[in-house]
């Protein structure tokens, strides 16, 4: 059964860092690019970063640039969202999701809260 | 606003067809194929249709997809009560280098 578990959300003050997980399982984490989306409260999907299977190409929406690394353990079956210089606007669910923009499999999401 | 554009909302009555259409441009949906995900309250969402028009494993072929320019569409034929959630369509964008998500749309069962 394939599995993805995120981990790493919680409450944050503007300005601050925080580090999303992503365990996968069930299929061939190092053959998939692996992708970010986010959701706002009540709003609707933002994709917001993906990754090639060697971690040699990365993509990113505009509003990350620059703040957000996305990176990958295959080793480890584990993607990563880096947040640095977190603002109001960054308030969401993250999802981690299989492919590079067909995704096929989604986690639970783990929320962010970025509020003083 | 969205790069890609969807209706808010559409609705129908139990039996009914409904569309749901989706709008870009030729760097998006113009270019490449288009997804459809189905959002359940609460939970994340699932692919319902990829590449314009197939059906992942296990989705009933009630849900259709099409696509002709720069626009795509979902239909549901035979709408039945648990249709009832948000719906949103995607695509690559080459020229912004970005997965473009269409604002979603809410349908309602009537």
């Known amino acids: 059964e394939v599995q993805l578990v995120e981990s790493g959300g919680g409450l944050v003050q503007p300005g601050g860092s925080l580090r999303l997980s992503c365990a996968a399982s069930?299929?061939?984490?190092?053959?998939?690019?692996m992708s970010w989306v986010r959701q706002a409260p009540g709003k609707g999907l933002e994709w917001v970063a993906n990754?090639?299977?060697?971690?040699?190409?990365?993509y990113y929406v505009d509003s990350v640039k620059g703040r957000f690394t996305i990176s990958r353990d295959n080793a480890k079956n584990s993607l990563f969202l880096q947040m640095n210089s977190l603002r109001a606007e960054d308030t969401a669910v993250y999802y981690c999701?299989?492919?590079?923009?067909?995704?096929?499999?989604w986690g639970q999401g783990t929320l962010v809260t970025v509020s003083s | 606003q969205s790069v890609v554009t969807q209706p808010p909302s559409a609705s129908g009555t139990p039996g009914q067809r409904v569309s749901i259409s989706c709008s870009g441009s030729?760097?998006?949906?113009?270019?490449?194929?288009v997804n459809w995900y189905q959002q359940l309250p609460g939970t994340a969402p699932k692919l319902l249709i990829y590449?314009?028009?197939q059906r992942p494993s296990g989705v009933p072929d009630r849900f259709s997809g099409s696509k002709s320019g720069t626009s795509a569409s979902l239909a549901i034929s035979g709408l039945q009560s648990e249709d009832e959630t948000d719906y949103y369509c995607?695509?690559?964008?080459?020229?912004?280098?970005?997965?473009?998500f269409g604002g979603g749309t809410k349908v309602t069962v009537l």
């Open positions: 999701a299989s492919g590079f923009s067909t995704h096929d499999y």
């Open positions: 069930g299929f061939t984490f190092g053959t998939y690019w």
């Open positions: 590449n314009n028009n």
């Open positions: 995607a695509a690559w964008d080459d020229s912004l280098n970005v997965l473009v």
């Open positions: 990754i090639k299977q060697d971690g040699s190409e990365k």
């Open positions: 030729s760097s998006n949906i113009g270019t490449n194929g």
